[in-house]
């Protein structure tokens, strides 16, 4: 089992392909470089074999290349229940594809609560609703391993931003307070670069940013 990090381009979410019997691919971008991730993807893997896109929130530079992708590969999209319905009824608002002067393609969904298992086959993945960013956020984590998938909830060296609707600060500390409890080593953020082998550091520095220690 590899994670494989694509990158983000402009405003996109990195993406994230989680290989092994049953691979699986974490967020879609907004969708202006479709083309690409499944340019990216055919050289890591055969796309058939891909059958489920998590979304870890949902927000446009994370979702908006959902439709795209899931019709591509003939996957399911899965979201957390409560940010499903902006990302199934194309809303623009909801999903903030209008603060990017976009539209947001609606995808049917299937809606996750938080404490189901994702398995490669070879590795499970825990379902965790990380609140804060979004009412919804979700992040992944694979104790074997120490690995998380963290979205927007934590970068290398900051924080997802609370402000935007459903955000909620004091949510957010508490999701990191969550995570931090975690044996943590690699993390895989939604923007910006992985923290390899240090990922509990950049949780506690994330805790320290916000004033908390």
Avoid at 80 to 100: C, I, K, R, Y
Avoid at 148 to 164: A, M
Wanted: charged share 20%.
């Amino acid at each position: 089992m590899n994670v494989h990090h694509l990158p983000g381009r402009g405003f996109d979410s990195n993406i994230f392909l989680v290989t092994g019997e049953d691979p699986f691919l974490i967020d879609a971008g907004s969708g202006d470089y479709t083309r690409s991730v499944l340019d990216w993807i055919e050289g890591l893997v055969d796309s058939k074999n891909i059958g489920r896109i998590i979304l870890t929130h949902r927000h446009y530079d994370h979702v908006g290349g959902a439709a795209k992708l899931a019709r591509a590969l003939d996957a399911t999209v899965l979201i957390h229940e409560l940010d499903a319905d902006p990302v199934a009824n194309g809303d623009s608002w909801g999903t903030q594809a209008s603060m990017f002067g976009e539209i947001m393609e609606a995808v049917e969904v299937e809606p996750l609560k938080g404490g189901e298992i994702i398995s490669t086959g070879e590795r499970d993945f825990l379902v965790m609703h990380t609140p804060g960013h979004s009412m919804g956020s979700l992040s992944l984590f694979c104790e074997r391993d120490g690995i998380l998938i963290s979205g927007d909830t934590v970068f290398v060296g900051g924080v997802g931003r609370w402000d935007l609707p459903t955000g909620n600060y004091d949510d957010l500390i508490m999701s990191l307070r969550r995570l931090e409890r975690l044996k943590v080593a690699n993390l895989f953020p939604g923007h910006g670069p992985c923290g390899k082998g240090n990922a509990l550091q950049h949780l506690r520095d994330a805790l320290g940013c916000l004033g908390e220690s």
